[in-house]
């Protein structure tokens, strides 16, 4: 990243001028090279920056034209064989399961779909209605934004001219570009005349999983699968190779990696899926790098504190999500969550997503480093705030030995939150905020309650010399306005310098510029 001062330091502060943070990280305190000296380098967000179908070689194998059962015809042949899907739609009505080391890749304009079109509806007091395309009701599963109508979960979505239409939770609220699903009776309520028009509705669960070892994935959109929440369109698994894949408008997870080890999941654009774009569980040195990840979260998963968003990890360790764009997500950027360990964050660029930018919880021996982290936590509704309890740019909850650093982080709805919590206990016995480096790192913050610092519960006080803040950079509206916090008492600049944090940084005036390059560029209040 190349980050442009044009300002100066505030006359009066006794503090050295600014200067640029480095290009790349220095080594990971365990002793490894940060990512295992993968050059991976910070995507724009400018319109330049290359993912899906677009980027994959052309195939030459086995093909599967849109008439076949591409399930079956990847069943019939062999370890290591190479399928080639045909340009046009090819309805997936079961999940394609494939072997080891074959290769499922599209010719350009190749689409799997998981929908059925609807074709027969008929007039009913203003709305259209059609029979019998649902499955038999079934429980709820996940948290909804709305906890009152707790829609979200239900994962037969309507498309009509290959538009998302919005579910609605009753009949009498069906208008045009609504839909309405009642299991009980088996019927569909439209709002808008289906007359010339396609009205698609997912309904198969997954596109491709299996148990197999080496898959590689290329070269293909993925759409309109009906996944369950926390499942997956695409399930990753041993040594899988997910490339240049176009993967949208699923109800739950675009991407799931389970049991994953050694799977690579790269170049791909991860973008409209219901819940959220790429998920990982129980995998080991795994690489998830420079996909787009954007828009996901698009039916209504509790956006605050719910597994929605942009990219989730949960019981993995080693590995990188690296090179990244994850942007204008419905829920959190990029959260590691419970147990993750020994995992890097690096070089991605994180804007606008609801919540926060980078949310690092209940782990171990992480590093967030050279990350563009910058609009975020803006808009997180339903229990939530704009306290450093509610996150930032970047939040470390509940974990140990993280190094923060690097990083620039502008115009989050906080800084960077540092926060202690009563979380009980788990395989590495009780969880507990301890050994936080904070370091290197550029924080813009203006107006409101922004800060950065350190909250607690009275069940988890930090003891002294756990959280550590120094050698960053703040850019400031006022050196006078509380941006500091510390278990509830507030600081300016001065102040907090007085508590023995932040005692070698810079703190300056200004407000910050970022472009879609992630130049960040410090102008004149």
């Given at each position: 990243?190349r ?5 100066f330091v505030?006359l ?5 001028a ?10 990971a305190?365990?002793?490894?090279p ?17 993912t899906?179908p677009a980027?994959?070689?052309p195939?030459?194998g086995?093909?599967?034209r849109t008439?076949?059962?591409a399930?079956?015809v990847?069943?019939a042949?062999p ?19 494939p ?12 689409v799997?779909?998981?929908s059925?079109r609807?074709?027969?509806w008929t ?9 019998g ?18 829609i979200?979960?239900?994962?037969e ?5 290959s ?30 005349d ?19 070892t080496?898959?590689?994935?290329r ?16 399930v990753l698994?041993?040594g899988?190779k ?7 408008w ?6 799931m ?18 819940q ?5 569980y129980s ?13 996901n979260?698009?039916d209504g ?10 990219i ?18 419905r ?12 995992r ?16 690092y919880?209940i ?19 339903r ?6 309890w509610?996150?930032g ?5 509940t974990?140990?030995?993280v ?21 009980g ?6 969880n507990?905020l ?16 922004t800060?950065?610092g350190?909250v607690q519960?009275?069940?988890a ?5 756990e959280?550590?803040l ?7 509206d006022?050196?006078?306005a ?9 600081y300016?600049?001065?102040?907090w ?8 940084s810079?703190?300056?005036l ?6 879609a390059?992630?130049?960040l ?5």
């Amino acid at each position: 990243m190349r980050i442009t001062f044009l300002a100066f330091v505030a006359l009066g502060t006794g503090l050295v001028a600014v200067g640029p943070l480095p290009a790349s990280s220095a080594p990971a305190g365990d002793g490894l090279p940060f990512e295992d000296q993968q050059t991976v380098s910070t995507p724009p967000a400018d319109g330049t920056f290359r993912t899906g179908p677009a980027l994959a070689p052309p195939c030459t194998g086995v093909t599967i034209r849109t008439t076949d059962n591409a399930a079956r015809v990847v069943a019939a042949w062999p370890n290591g064989t190479t399928f080639c899907f045909t340009a046009g739609w090819h309805r997936i009505t079961e999940t394609i399961r494939p072997k080891a080391d074959q290769v499922l890749a599209g010719n350009s304009g190749a689409v799997l779909t998981g929908s059925v079109r609807l074709t027969r509806w008929t007039p009913d007091n203003g709305d259209w209605v059609t029979t019998g395309a649902l499955p038999p009701a079934y429980p709820q599963t996940g948290q909804c934004e709305d906890n009152t109508a707790n829609i979200c979960y239900l994962a037969e979505q309507l498309f009509l001219d290959s538009k998302h239409l919005t579910r609605v939770a009753t009949r009498d609220k069906v208008a045009p570009g609504t839909f309405y699903a009642d299991y009980a009776a088996n019927a569909v309520y439209l709002g808008s005349d289906p007359a010339g028009h396609s009205i698609e509705m997912s309904k198969t669960r997954t596109a491709i999983e299996s148990g197999a070892t080496g898959v590689t994935v290329r070269g293909l959109t993925i759409e309109h699968f009906a996944t369950p929440p926390q499942g997956g369109a695409v399930v990753l698994g041993l040594g899988w190779k997910v490339f240049a894949n176009d993967i949208r408008w699923n109800h739950a997870v675009g991407a799931m990696l389970v049991n994953a080890d050694g799977a690579v999941l790269e170049k791909n654009h991860i973008h409209s899926n219901g819940q959220l774009g790429i998920g990982q569980y129980s995998t080991l040195k795994a690489t998830i790098a420079s996909n787009e990840v954007s828009y996901n979260n698009t039916d209504g998963f509790w956006i605050a504190d719910w597994e929605s968003g942009g990219i989730k990890t949960t019981w993995s360790s080693g590995g990188s999500v690296s090179g990244n764009l994850i942007q204008y997500n419905r829920g959190i950027g990029l959260w590691s969550d419970a147990y993750d360990d020994s995992r890097t964050f690096g070089n991605n660029q994180i804007l606008r997503n609801a919540a926060d930018g980078i949310r690092y919880e209940i782990g171990r021996n992480g590093v967030i480093a050279d990350n563009v982290i910058s609009g975020n936590g803006f808009g997180t509704g339903r229990g939530s705030g704009t306290s450093l309890w509610d996150g930032g740019g970047i939040n470390v909850n509940t974990s140990s030995n993280v190094q923060v650093r690097d990083n620039v982080v502008a115009n989050n709805v906080n800084g960077i939150a540092i926060q202690s919590r009563t979380r009980g206990s788990g395989p590495w016995g009780t969880n507990v905020l301890r050994d936080i480096v904070v370091s290197g790192n550029q924080v813009t913050m203006r107006g409101g309650t922004t800060a950065t610092g350190m909250v607690q519960n009275s069940g988890a006080v930090i003891p002294a010399g756990e959280v550590t803040l120094n050698d960053n950079t703040y850019i400031l509206d006022s050196l006078t306005a509380d941006r500091f916090q510390k278990a509830g008492q507030w600081y300016t600049a001065k102040e907090w310098r007085a508590t023995g944090q932040d005692t070698a940084s810079v703190f300056t005036l200004g407000r910050a510029i970022l472009d879609a390059t992630g130049i960040l560029r410090i102008l004149p209040n």
